[in-house]
């Protein structure tokens, strides 16, 4: 039986507009508030739900937030980016939509601290961009997503097949051909995303010395570590976290350097949490 392909997922998600604007002002070191504002300002429920979240206690600001222009310059362009690009991804891709809910949510917090733990490193190291790095972190399981939302049972296999086997949840996924990895990557191919972030969500954990954009793949590694490892969400991989001994050369780090970050990201780990649980409760209005 040939491997399964994204191909065989009948209906499947067309990237929102507003969504493929954001990912691409990644890509224009002179966008500003004023563009993002010019993005998402006919779409009222994600402005909404990003005022509710920059005047949420994650930030704890004194002064109501009432424009997008405003929360850019108290949160932070690129973090009102980062923040509508999270709820547009949770808003099509919803857990409510999910066959377990539960599991779905816990899910998306791993991508958040994925996400957050990819910005740490990526300022630590210098290896890429910090705002490229929190967008690879925040899409790097959306295979997962695609998996638990439209193929339930295959991704149920997976995990039967850890169970049954004794094995591990990669091993699992290559012995069934039906890895989250080529998912992704497959996704973010059909999405017409920018090279560096299909080769970031399809390879994290899979690297080779030569690989093409290594140093953001090992960055994005290191973070799907660092949040299995600090037991931040629930990516549904029940191994062992891992590191692969090329992620730190790519990074230019060393082991102390990367216990730094991940102190860093344990501080940061109520607030993630806060945010996450923000997001959750206005999808669950919406």
Known sequence: MPPFSIKQIRSLPTLPNVMNQIIHTLDDPN??????ERIIRNDQAITTKLLAVANSAYYGFQHEITTVRRAAVAVGFNEVRNICLGLTLMGFLHPSTFADRRAAEMLWLHSLAASEAARILAL???????SQAFTAGLLHDIGKVIMAAFVPDKAKSVLDYVSQEGCGYLEAESALEFSHENMGRDLAGFWDLPPVLMQAIGRHHSLEKEMGHLPLVAVIHAADFLARDLALGDSGNGDAPVLSPLALPAMGMDLAALDDCRRELRDLAPKIREQ???MMQSRRRA
């Open 124 to 130: 630590r190291s210098r290896a890429c961009e910090p």
């Open 276 to 278: 996450w649980e923000g």
């Open 31 to 36: 966008s500003s508030a004023a563009d993002l």
